[in-house]
């Protein structure tokens, strides 16, 4: 499973394109490529072995766009996108691919604690609850 993601101050509601090329850059490493990479560091060995899943989590955001974050929305788009060609290019060899985004994960990313999301907050998971699902998943066959 990877999972990666950092959220940065809102943009200028009225510029989708005024953030920096640094802001960009960084965040098309962590919420792209470190998937690309870990997927990389796995995939020879479900290839040999003949069996493996890759999780890719993403946020809801890789589905739907984000207002305020451009760079953000477009990155999350790639990162499910990345997760979407694995499954067709692996499928019949050896893994499969999935993406998550379909509740929020009480972190830093959300603004949210553990605690808060133990059983307050309607469709927010702690993370153990989060990796839970996902482990059930899997072994139910998909999601």
């Known amino acids: 499973m990877s999972n990666a993601g950092f959220g940065a101050e809102a943009l200028d509601l009225d510029d989708a394109l005024s953030a920096p090329d640094a802001r ?12 690309a990479r870990a997927c990389r560091a ?3 060995g479900m290839l040999a072995r003949g069996t493996g899943c890759l999780v890719n989590v993403a946020s809801a955001a890789g589905l739907l766009s984000q207002v305020g974050d451009t760079p953000y929305s477009v990155t999350k788009h790639a990162a499910v996108g ?50 839970t699902a996902i482990a059930d998943g899997i072994e139910a066959g998909g999601f």
């Open 24 to 35: 960009w850059q960084r965040m098309w490493d962590v919420h792209v490529m470190a998937h």
């Open 42 to 44: 796995v995939l020879p």
């Open 82 to 131: 990345l997760a979407e060609s694995l499954a067709i290019t692996y499928a019949d060899r050896a893994s499969r691919s999935r993406w998550r985004a379909r509740k929020y994960v009480a972190t830093a990313i959300t603004g949210l604690d553990e605690a808060t999301a133990a059983g307050s907050l309607p469709g927010v998971l702690t993370v153990e609850q989060a990796a």
